[in-house]
């Protein structure tokens, strides 16, 4: 009785990390198309001004940001659930690099209101040079944003790897997922410090995109198998 609880409940993870997997891309996709429509002119006052006038979208893309962030914390510990018992210690290193990226999400907010708050009022407290200098500040890429991707770049390594190891979803996704943890875990670093610019650093997610969706849809539909659960010492 006690497996089957168990057995239970690692398939109710896999199918909440599935869903997650899903509303995360889709809630990604939505806060970056609408920021993008948001920011889509040149210079920080073009901006400011454009924010001005889309302040609708702005505050529907904090909502996503939040929920983003708590889909971090959910895929955390439902990923942990699913693969610590192919090694405990690393799971538990990716659930923590999932936690970080979530906590940074949450940081990562105060520069989206700090953006809507300067567009209401762009003068602020001490002329349009101070809210053109807060602007540049807020808009700068490689904000808590850019640090929290890092986390999830190694946290998505740890649990495609253990995925792998456990082969708690097909070998063939396992690595795709593997492999686009690894661009991203090489790459982003090199994106924060200026060496990787240019149309590159959004190619460099396409795999992972072409991991999440698939893995998102196999967890929700299929769970794990039930050979991947820790056996009696």
Not at 90 to 98: E, I, K
Not at 125 to 147: E, N, R, V, W, Y
Request: net charge positive; glycine share 10%.
């Amino acid at each position: 009785m006690t497996n089957l609880k168990v057995e239970t409940s690692r398939q109710f993870y896999a199918r909440l990390a599935g869903f997650t997997f899903l509303f995360y891309i889709a809630a990604g996709l939505t806060v970056l198309f609408l920021m993008n429509r948001a920011t889509d002119a040149e210079g920080t006052n073009a901006i400011l001004l454009r924010i001005a006038g889309h302040r609708s979208d702005v505050r529907i893309a904090i909502l996503l940001e939040l929920c983003e962030s708590f889909s971090a914390l959910v895929l955390a510990v439902t990923l942990y659930g699913i693969t610590r018992d192919v090694n405990h210690e690393f799971a538990m290193m990716g659930l923590v690099c999932r936690v970080c990226e979530g906590l940074l999400g949450v940081i990562g907010l105060r520069n989206t209101l700090g953006l809507l708050w300067l567009a209401k009022s762009r003068a602020g407290a001490g002329g349009p040079a101070t809210a053109d200098i807060l602007g540049d500040f807020l808009l700068m890429p490689t904000q808590s944003a850019m640090t929290g991707a890092i986390f999830f770049a190694v946290g998505s390594m740890i649990f495609s790897y253990l995925m792998l190891r456990g082969r708690i979803v097909p070998v063939w996704l396992a690595w795709i997922g593997l492999i686009a943890s690894v661009l991203l875990v090489l790459g982003l670093p090199l994106q924060i410090i200026g060496l990787l610019k240019g149309t590159i650093t959004g190619y460099i997610w396409l795999p992972m995109v072409a991991f999440e969706i698939p893995v998102g849809l196999w967890l929700l539909i299929k769970g794990i198998p039930v050979h991947s659960q820790r056996q009696p010492a």
